[in-house]
């Protein structure tokens, strides 16, 4: 019902930036919270930065100053600033939005690559 796509990742040098971009289709409703999570080889998904549901931001202190999360909701897209890029920022980054339909139900998006290398 709800579809989620990432796009904007790709390969760059360390201290490049990167713009990330997850639309949202379908039948969206009330959006609870949203944020980007990122999955590198051998760990666990962690979330990158987010939405709460009041609106106020959280970052993992990783990438505290350099990745900045935004929103259009008139275009329903979300997106992520990353700025000075360093190889350990390499993942797997992956659109979520939380939507409140009686009760709250995560949507995922299927990911998008980001690799940092020289």
């Known amino acids: 019902q709800v579809q989620l796509k990432e796009s904007g990742g790709g390969l760059v040098q360390p201290g490049e930036s990167l713009r990330l971009s997850c639309a949202a289709s379908?039948?969206?409703?009330?959006?609870?919270?949203m944020g980007w999570y990122r999955q590198a080889p051998g760990k666990q998904r962690e979330l990158v930065a987010g939405?709460?549901?009041?609106?106020?931001?959280n970052y993992a202190d990783s990438v505290k100053g350099r990745f900045t999360i935004s929103r259009d909701d008139a275009r329903h897209t979300m997106y992520l600033q990353m700025n000075s890029l360093k190889p350990e920022d390499t993942a797997i980054y992956y659109c979520?939005?939380?939507?409140?339909?009686?009760?709250?139900?995560?949507?995922w998006g299927l990911g998008t690559q980001v690799t940092v290398s020289s």
């Open positions: 979520k939005v939380g939507i409140r339909d009686y009760d709250i139900y995560d949507y």
């Open positions: 379908g039948s969206i409703g009330n959006i609870y919270d």
């Open positions: 939405f709460s549901s009041g609106g106020s931001t």
